[in-house]
């Protein structure tokens, strides 16, 4: 079975705080996503990769960074967390064929206070 | 061009009746389309997907979806609920050839007993 974990299920943090949330995928897949998830829309997407130190900006990827530097592990940084990226984040992997499915890890609810 | 609509927030149906949970897309290209489903406190998981094969796609747990290119629908289907149906159930649209994928807003699906 793929299997995606992240760091943590829930985190609190405060406002200004520089924020990680790490992702580790067990599928040697090449590609790999960072969403945020609020209610009424969806999932959005902030960051992808498609290899190793390879990253394309996705729909809203202001005030985020990430960083790929093994093929397993993809980070969603938060350089300043601010209150309205209180949020679910959800990491998902896939192979780089078109129209393989995309596999997504438990969340992470972050809280920004 | 690509959106994703789903025309739904919230469906409400008894156990044992029919589901029908409605999208519609755009796309400038020969769309892939998925449905995922997301249980309380649980990631992603796919439903079914299709990738211009057959028209009428079977998934898991007797869900089934068709794509119709005139209508640029792809709504999703079971003949009967069951409880553990009751989640929220997302459609997505991609590009061939890329690898964004563009979420519906989501529609929650209820069962009553």
């Known amino acids: 079975d793929v299997k995606v974990t992240q760091s943590s299920r829930y985190l609190v943090k405060r406002t200004g705080e520089k924020v990680f949330l790490e992702c580790v995928q067990d599928m040697d897949h090449e590609n790999m996503f960072w969403y945020r998830q609020d209610p009424g829309l969806g999932l959005r997407l902030i960051y992808f990769s498609y290899d190793v130190k390879m990253k394309e900006k996705g729909d809203i990827p202001e005030g985020y960074s990430v960083s790929r530097e093994k093929k397993e592990r993809f980070s969603l940084i938060l350089e300043s967390a601010s209150t309205n990226q209180t949020s679910m984040y959800l990491c998902?992997?896939?192979?780089?064929?078109?129209?393989?499915?995309?596999?997504f890890g438990p969340g992470t609810r972050l809280t920004v206070l | 061009a690509q959106s994703v609509t789903q025309l739904d927030s919230h469906v409400s149906v008894s156990e044992g009746t029919p589901v029908l949970l409605r999208c519609n897309y755009s796309?400038?290209?020969?769309?892939?389309l998925f449905w995922y489903v997301q249980h309380p406190n649980k990631g992603l998981q796919l439903l079914l997907k299709y990738t211009s094969a057959a028209t009428l796609v079977k998934g898991i747990n007797g869900f089934e979806a068709e794509f119709k290119k005139s209508e640029t629908s792809f709504h999703l289907t079971k003949p009967s609920a069951h409880m553990s149906d009751a989640a929220e159930y997302f459609c997505v649209v991609s590009l061939y050839n890329f690898n964004k994928f563009y979420f519906g807003s989501g529609t929650k699906l209820n069962v009553k007993p």
């Open positions: 796309s400038s290209y020969s769309p892939s």
């Open positions: 998902a992997s896939k192979t780089r064929d078109t129209i393989d499915t995309q596999y």
